[in-house]
């Protein structure tokens, strides 16, 4: 999603501005601009497409200036052409924007009848224009944000540029993140820490509402009803160096190469392997006044989030609902006292989930975030946090962050099952020892992938796929199909097996792939009597299971990936590895592009 950056430094910005910019190029985009001031004047230079483009067209037509704008863009309104590119301009001022201004239709006709001539179909626009006409009239900059701020209605950041102005940067955020970065004499603005890192660790995040008037000097800060406003400086943990993809053909292959490590520093945030104790993040510590857990997420930290649903109804008895963020954020939720809402998100960013969480803590909730951001908004918002320890995830499908989701979840469901005392201390030990040996299963997993070969040239011929899995494997059904879907574009669904004869069947024939996730355990014969269905009406059959049930369950024709043998609780950790294997090599088979697929951004802050 659109990545912002702005710098008022003591040398040229516009290559420390590609460097910040490309740091957020994990977000996804399409196209990218910069602009800058020279002697009092603005130039600007935009592309559609990657930031190589940019960076041609730098090459062609330079840009000087110590002060400067710059952005990537994920379309909204209006496809991802030059004209639409950001920096937007309308008189002295140019502007970068990350979010949706859900009024700009009312100012654009209101603008465009005060005689404002429009070049673009964005809703950004409006808001140079906005600041313009305010500095027309004899507003300093300060008034004409104070001004403008309470007119647009949404979700967004904002860095504007103005041009006469070298030492001024003007910045808002309303939901979207923003963060303010100190140098020594120079002052930066970024969508996160991770753009800012090369230049400074001395950061000020912007809360709601907040807008800034930013100098070399410092910054003054301004609440949403105006006022000045103090907002803490911190120091940034985000490492400066850009990490890159190694031996690996893409992001997505070195993620999930990275998977035993990311799972082992994970376990320790909630477990200590040495001697078997557990801890409980805050507000959990009062574990048996826990009355309920709501999880709210999107997407792959959805599908994480219904896999934990079973964790902690089987290992804590506690009753748990998961909500898609989207959908709960707008309902009049009722929620019991003593419950604890988790707000599930790997960039702790996703506007849908922040607003989620935020409805919970409206419904009276305690709220647990759970992240890979340590800095992000939802971590910063919630009452305590449990971190995934995975490392900065670029490729855009989610992958080690899953399964440090997994592992964290499942390291809070024993503690929680152990505080609660519903779990037995030798089950506990158990899966306890069982996660510590979980690294060195998941190494062996990825490093088989001998056996994908016959099953990705059939997935990458395919039109359309089917996922079928039962109890932990459903959730596992419909992350297979999801990566598969967002990678290689292969329309994919995921069903809960026995829900299959209630309709999906229909779908199934020679042509239909269906990947039945399928390992020995408690739900292994029911799958199976599903996947026969499956295999009577000519589907073509590929198995995720263990050795004991290849043994039971596959027939000649069949395809079967083996796992290594774990823990029933265990294997959607393992089964993880293998739908995302599938996805990825279909992906490399079919020459789609797995770290950066059409129209999808690895952090999603709209709504
Ligand atoms: C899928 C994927 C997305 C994210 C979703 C939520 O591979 O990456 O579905 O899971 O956008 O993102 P976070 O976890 O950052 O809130």
Redesign the pocket.
């Known amino acids: 999603m659109c990545g912002i950056v702005g710098a008022l430094a003591n040398r040229p910005v516009a290559p420390l501005m590609m460097e910040a910019l490309r740091r957020l190029e994990y977000r996804g985009y399409d196209s990218a601009g910069l602009a800058t001031l020279t002697e009092g004047h603005m130039a600007i230079r935009r592309a559609p497409g990657k930031l190589s483009a940019l960076s041609d067209l730098l090459e062609r037509e330079p840009l000087s200036g110590a002060s400067g704008i710059g952005h990537t863009r994920w379309a909204t309104h209006g496809p991802p052409t030059l004209k639409n590119a950001h920096p937007h301009r309308a008189g002295r001022v140019a502007v970068v924007h990350n979010g949706i201004i859900e009024n700009f239709a009312a100012l654009r006709a209101e603008l465009i009848a005060n005689g404002r001539v429009f070049t673009s179909d964005t809703d950004t626009e409006a808001v140079a224009h906005l600041i313009d006409l305010a500095l027309e009239t004899g507003r300093t900059a300060e008034q004409a944000m104070a001004e403008t701020m309470p007119r647009l209605r949404g979700a967004f950041a904002l860095v504007i540029l103005i041009e006469g102005e070298e030492d001024l940067l003007l910045a808002a955020r309303r939901a979207s993140p923003l963060a303010i970065g100190l140098g020594e004499g120079e002052a930066f603005i970024g969508s996160d820490a991770m753009a800012l890192a090369p230049l400074t660790r001395r950061i000020i995040y912007l809360e709601d509402g907040d807008w800034a008037v930013v100098r070399r000097a410092g910054a003054s800060l301004f609440d949403e009803t105006g006022q000045p406003v103090e907002r803490a400086m911190s120091i940034s943990t985000v490492s400066g160096a850009l990490i890159g993809k190694g031996n690996y053909r893409h992001f997505m292959e070195k993620e999930i190469f990275d998977q035993p490590d990311a799972i082992a520093h994970t376990l320790h945030a909630v477990i200590d392997p040495g001697t078997g104790a557990s801890t409980l993040p805050p507000p959990m510590e009062q574990a048996d006044q826990v009355s309920k857990i709501t999880i709210v997420?999107?997407?792959?930290?959805?599908?994480a989030s219904l896999v934990a649903r079973y964790w902690f109804e089987s290992l804590a008895g506690i009753g748990c609902e998961v909500e898609v963020?989207s959908e709960f954020r707008d309902r009049d939720v009722v929620l019991p006292e003593g419950g604890v809402v988790i707000a599930?998100?790997?960039?702790?960013?996703?506007l849908?989930?922040l607003m989620a969480m935020r409805r919970g803590r409206a419904a009276g909730q305690r709220i647990l975030g759970l992240?890979?951001?340590p800095e992000s908004t939802?971590a910063r918002e919630s009452d305590g946090v449990l971190l995934t320890r995975a490392g900065p995830e670029f490729?855009?499908?989610?992958?080690k962050?899953?399964t440090a989701?997994l592992t964290a979840f499942l390291g809070l469901a024993i503690a929680l099952g152990r505080a609660r005392e519903h779990l037995a201390e030798a089950r506990a030990l158990e899966l306890i020892a069982a996660l510590s040996a979980l690294p060195a299963r998941v190494a062996e997993a990825v490093s088989d992938q001998q056996a994908f070969a016959p099953v990705t040239h059939m997935l990458a011929r395919a039109r359309d796929v089917l996922y079928l899995g039962r109890g932990l494997s459903y959730p596992m059904a419909l992350?297979g199909a999801?990566?598969l879907k967002?990678?290689t574009y292969i329309h994919a669904e995921g069903y809960a097996a026995g829900e299959m004869k209630h309709g999906p069947i229909a779908l199934i024939d020679e042509a239909v792939p269906v990947i039945g996730l399928a390992p020995s355990g408690p739900w292994f014969e029911k799958t199976v009597s599903n996947l026969a269905e499956a295999r009577a009406r000519g589907g073509r059959m590929v198995l995720i299971t263990d050795a004991e049930g290849a043994g039971r369950l596959a027939v000649d024709g069949d395809h079967v990936l083996v796992l290594p043998t774990v823990d029933p609780m265990l294997t959607p950790i393992l089964q993880a590895v293998h739908v995302q294997l599938l996805a990825y090599l279909t992906a490399v088979e079919k020459g789609t592009d797995a770290d950066q697929p059409r129209n999808?951004?690895?952090?999603?802050t709209v709504e």
Do not use: C, H, W
């Open positions: 997420a999107a997407g792959t930290s959805y599908y963020a599930v998100s790997q960039s702790g960013e996703s849908d989930t992240v890979n951001v939802i490729g855009v499908a989610a992958t962050t899953f989701q992350e999801l990566k967002e990678i999808l951004a690895k952090s999603v």
